[in-house]
């Protein structure tokens, strides 16, 4: 990850872009260039060994207006403060975005996961939700998973607040296993979000899904399934990669077979499945960044932030880019992109599927009354669908990119909640 700009920065800059063309007053866009929380935990654990190892976390609550924080918690080992506070802001963004009421938030503690046994991680999960239990709720800030947490990991932390709290609170998190009080449709519904803004493009655009070349960098929980939803259409994923480097196949993937295989043995392998059996493919091996500059039509960063930067943006052939990943392209690399003319759906709307389904979880926590899986996602596909037209419209209506227009979208929607409170113009009739 380039450290070359600060990420928070960068990110809110984003904000000034989409002023002008907002339905938002200066002093409420001044709130928002400022967190609302942050905190800072050290989280002592026990290793196996019997030594005592101490981890840093962070939660920001970036901004609650429209409702609690909501946003997820990674684990990795490049996580600072200033990536938390960006993440934070962009859930703040997301929300307003797709209309649901909540804030945004995020947190993050410096760990490599996989160098943890799964006693070490327990512990960790329950540490830190120890150290920020006072800051989290229900009705406060509702955490949810991010890179490298999971479900389980939301078990554990749910399990552990409510041991505090001495009360079941299964609303304090979402994207908890199905057992626990989790949602039908929460492990997909960010790949799934993704896919239905894709569909929708489909038609403004007239594609053959046959003839649509894709490639998916990251290959976790988001990446694989909107490679398996649209692979299930007919589109061609020529080009998959995870954190190792990527394989590429100008006819395409059997998508259900790499993901067998990759969560079988944690690698990404080109074979062919009939079954339980295997066979390798050919493929050609790319390296990560190789994949972003293939010559296809739509290019799904799925990974991590800054990969998309002034130093590839240049190379960049694909005509459509879904960020499924959170902040996958820098705001110079933006600039790049547009005069190239290629279409970016950007984050705070393309991978707004996953915190949608985490809001059915919480409603359906908070009421007792569990929904099946259909109700889930017609609910999600009906606002990834309003949603992205809107955005869409906006966009052509005022010729400006997409990214501009669903900042603008969402700022509108946050400034009305700031304004209905009162400002400057309010207090002295101005
Ligand atoms: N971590 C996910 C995101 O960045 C999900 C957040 C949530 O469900 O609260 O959107």
């Not at 694989?224 to 259409?233: F, G, P, W």
């Not at 061609?236 to 998508?255: C, M, P």
């Not at 459509?320 to 279409?343: C, Y």
């Amino acid at each position: 990850m380039s450290q070359t700009r600060d990420i928070f920065e960068d990110a809110i800059q984003r904000l000034d872009d989409a002023f002008k063309y907002a339905n938002i007053e200066s002093e409420a866009l001044e709130i928002l260039k400022h967190p609302k929380i942050i905190i800072q935990v050290s989280i002592p654990v026990r290793m196996d060994d019997g030594t005592l190892k101490i981890f840093e976390g962070y939660r920001v609550r970036h901004n609650d207006t429209r409702g609690p924080g909501k946003g997820g918690i990674r684990f990795h080992h490049q996580v600072n403060l200033s990536e938390v506070k960006a993440l934070a802001f962009w859930m703040t963004c997301k929300c307003a975005v797709v209309g649901i009421p909540f804030g945004g938030a995020k947190g993050g503690v410096i760990v490599n996961p996989k160098e943890l046994s799964k006693l070490e991680l327990e512990r960790l999960s329950r540490g830190f939700i120890r150290q920020i239990a006072d800051f989290i709720g229900p009705e406060i800030d509702i955490p949810a998973p991010d890179v490298y947490t999971n479900a389980m990991i939301m078990g554990w932390m749910m399990d552990e607040y409510s041991k505090i709290a001495r009360r079941r609170t299964p609303a304090v998190i979402t994207g908890k296993p199905i057992p626990l009080g989790g949602s039908l449709g929460r492990d997909d519904a960010t790949g799934r979000g993704a896919y239905y803004c894709l569909k929708e493009l489909e038609v403004k655009r007239n594609w053959n899904p046959g003839e649509i070349k894709v490639a998916v960098q990251g290959f976790g929980n988001a990446g694989q399934h909107v490679a398996r939803l649209l692979h299930e259409d007919g589109y061609k994923i020529v080009a998959v990669s995870d954190s190792k480097g990527g394989i590429y196949n100008s006819s395409g993937f059997d998508i259900p077979s790499l993901i067998k295989t990759k969560n079988e043995s944690k690698q990404l392998k080109a074979v062919y499945c009939h079954g339980s059996v295997c066979e390798a493919i050919t493929a050609d091996i790319l390296k990560n960044e190789e994949l972003l500059e293939l010559d296809i039509d739509v290019l799904i960063p799925a990974a991590l932030e800054n990969q998309i930067t002034k130093k590839n943006a240049d190379k960049i052939r694909a005509n459509v880019v879904v960020e499924v990943a959170n902040g996958p392209t820098t705001s110079e690399a933006d600039r790049i992109l547009k005069d190239k003319k290629i279409l970016v759906i950007p984050d705070i709307l393309a991978n707004a599927g996953g915190v949608t389904v985490s809001y059915f979880e919480w409603v359906q926590n908070k009421t007792g009354y569990y929904w099946q899986i259909d109700e889930v996602n017609t609910k999600l596909q009906k606002i990834m669908s309003t949603e992205f037209n809107a955005v869409y419209s906006f966009m052509t209506e005022n010729n400006i990119d997409m990214r501009t227009a669903a900042y603008a979208h969402s700022l509108s929607r946050i400034g009305q909640g700031i304004q209905s409170l009162g400002t400057k113009s309010y207090f002295t009739d101005e």
